[in-house]
C-alpha cells in the first residue's frame, strides 16, 4: 500500500477528471473542513472551525460567494464549527445566490444554529437558506451532482463519562462525471459504510479510535479504516487522533 494512504497530512487533494476535492483538515475534537468541485460547482462538506480562512485562501471572491450547497455528517463541533463564520459572511458580502444545508434529522445543531443566525440577523441576510433535513437517505441531486446520503454508526455521551447514545449522522457519496467520492464522516465499521465505499473512486475514511483504547463504537481503528479502504480504488485516512 502507498505509505502516503496512512500519514495524515494536511491538506490532502485529489482529483479525477472534473470531481476533485481538498481537505483542509480532519482532526478529531479540533476541525474538519472539505471542499468539494464538481465542474464549476463548489460544495463544503462538515465545515469545522477554520473553513472561512482556509476557503479564503484557496478561492477566489467570486468563488467564494457561489459556495451553493453545505454537506454535514452530524452535528458535532468539529464538523460545524464554521457555519456560523460562513453564513454572516455571506450576509457581509452580500451574497445573492442561495445555500443549501443538507443534515441528518434530528441534527439539531444545525437547526439552533441556522435559528441563531436568524434571529440576530433576520432584516439583513441578502441570500436565501434553505436547510435540507434528510430523513429518507434517498439519493438526491445538487447542481448535477448525484450524492448518496447513507446512515453511519456515531455516538456521544449524553451524561458527562457515562451513557452514549446514537447522533444522527451520515455518510455521503458524491457521484459526478463518472468519479465517485465516498466521506463516511464519523463512523465506528458499519454495513452501509462498506458498500458505498467499495468501488469508490476514492474513499475518505476516518479513524478515529485511540490507539490502544477499546472499540467505543463512536470511531474506527487504523486496520478497520484501511480495510475498507482497500476496496475502493484511492483511499485516506482522516480524523487520526494526533
Ligand atoms: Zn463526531
Not at 463548489?42 to 459556495?67: A, W
Not at 443538507?102 to 444554529?113: A, L
Not at 477499546?214 to 470511531?219: A, I, V
Request: proline letters at 5%; glycine letters at 8%; a neutral charge.
Amino acid at each position: 500500500m502507498p505509505k502516503q494512504n496512512l500519514i495524515t497530512k494536511y491538506p490532502i487533494e485529489w482529483r479525477k477528471g472534473k470531481l476533485g476535492i481538498k481537505i483542509f483538515c480532519s482532526i478529531p475534537k479540533i476541525a474538519t473542513g472539505i471542499l468539494i468541485s464538481a465542474g464549476d460547482n463548489l460544495f463544503l462538506v462538515d465545515p469545522g472551525d477554520g473553513i472561512l480562512r482556509d476557503i479564503n485562501k484557496e478561492l477566489t471572491s467570486g468563488q467564494m460567494l457561489s459556495v451553493s450547497n453545505i454537506f454535514v455528517t452530524h452535528g458535532h463541533h468539529d464538523h460545524v464549527g464554521g457555519i456560523w463564520s460562513l453564513l454572516t459572511y455571506w450576509r457581509v458580502v452580500h451574497k445573492l445566490t442561495p445555500v443549501n444545508i443538507y443534515y441528518p434529522e434530528g441534527c439539531v445543531e444545525i437547526e439552533s444554529i441556522h435559528r441563531a443566525f436568524l434571529s440576530v440577523y433576520s432584516k439583513s441576510i441578502s441570500y436565501k437558506i434553505h436547510l435540507k433535513k434528510i430523513s429518507n437517505n434517498r439519493e438526491l441531486s445538487a447542481k448535477n451532482v448525484k450524492v448518496k446520503p447513507f446512515p453511519v454508526l456515531h455516538k456521544e455521551y449524553v451524561e458527562l463519562h457515562s451513557k452514549q447514545k446514537q447522533v444522527p449522522a451520515l455518510g455521503y457519496k458524491f457521484i459526478y462525471d463518472g468519479s465517485s467520492i465516498c466521506y463516511g464522516g464519523d463512523t465506528a465499521r458499519c454495513e452501509p459504510l462498506v458498500q458505498m465505499a467499495k468501488n469508490s473512486d476514492l474513499a475518505i475514511l476516518e479513524a478515529g479510535l485511540e490507539e490502544g483504547e477499546p472499540d467505543d463504537g463512536m470511531h474506527m481503528s487504523v486496520e478497520e479504516a484501511i480495510q475498507i479502504g482497500k476496496t475502493a480504488k484511492d483511499f485516506f485516512l482522516v480524523h487520526v487522533p494526533e
